[in-house]
């Protein structure tokens, strides 16, 4: 299966730090990469690859992954982390899939 | 720096066809492969189609396979997505995205977005 799935809803304490996790069989094979997406923008890519971020991403962001589960990990969230949370990686037919997104909110 | 800039979207009736644009700059735009993906309203991402840095390989979502086509030419640095016989579920934001791998890298990521063209499907 090319599906991967996400828990619709996540929150999180002002300064604590917060799992959200994708499941999915190509995770097993893929690495999975991670989108910070906020009202009326465009997605932007926090995490790639085993765990790399891209230039300008903060170090709270990290990710990290087990058998066919990834996982983003904010550490000492703040009130602009909350945002939409998708995962994507590679299908088995080289096509791309996404998770459903994860609401983060941060009280 | 890297910039991608969509266009083309508007208000269409089902079963009419749209041809959307996307123009890159500050990067070799021919070194790279690129994808169409889309946003219904209210809704998540939907990965829509990829197409390989020389255009010789392309994929689609099974929903749009053989209504879109997804074509560039490297000498304008533009990426086109056709969409004909166009229905209300293809109404969303619809972005182009670079792809920091090849088509069949084991690390694949869309590490540069447009800001997106809106396609309504209404009668």
């Known amino acids: 299966s090319s599906e991967l799935t996400q828990d619709p809803i996540v929150s999180v304490a002002l300064g604590q730090t917060v799992r959200i996790a994708c499941q999915g069989d190509s995770l097993r094979k893929f690495y999975a990469s991670w989108y910070q997406q906020k009202p009326g923008q465009a997605p932007v890519l926090v995490i790639y690859?085993?765990?790399n971020r891209p230039s300008g991403i903060p170090d709270r962001f990290s990710g990290s992954s087990s058998g066919n589960t990834t996982s983003l990990t904010i550490t000492g969230a703040q009130a602009e982390d909350e945002a939409d949370y998708y995962c994507s990686s590679r299908g088995n037919r080289d096509n791309r899939v996404f998770g459903g997104g994860t609401k983060l909110t941060v009280l | 720096q890297v910039q991608l800039v969509e266009s083309g979207g508007g208000v269409v009736q089902p079963g009419m066809s749209l041809r959307l644009s996307c123009e890159a700059s500050g990067f070799t735009f021919s070194n790279y492969v690129v994808h169409w993906v889309r946003q219904a309203p209210g809704k998540g991402l939907e990965w829509v189609a990829v197409l390989s840095y020389d255009g010789t390989n392309k994929l689609y979502t099974d929903s749009v396979r053989g209504r879109f086509t997804i074509s560039r030419d490297n000498s304008r640095n533009t990426l086109y997505l056709q969409m004909d016989s166009l229905r209300a579920e293809d109404t969303a934001v619809y972005y182009c995205?670079?792809?920091?791998?090849?088509?069949?890298?084991?690390?694949?990521?869309?590490?540069?977005w447009g800001q997106g063209t809106l396609v309504s499907v209404s009668s």
């Open positions: 995205a670079r792809d920091r791998a090849t088509l069949t890298g084991v690390s694949p990521a869309f590490d540069s």
């Open positions: 690859g085993k765990n």
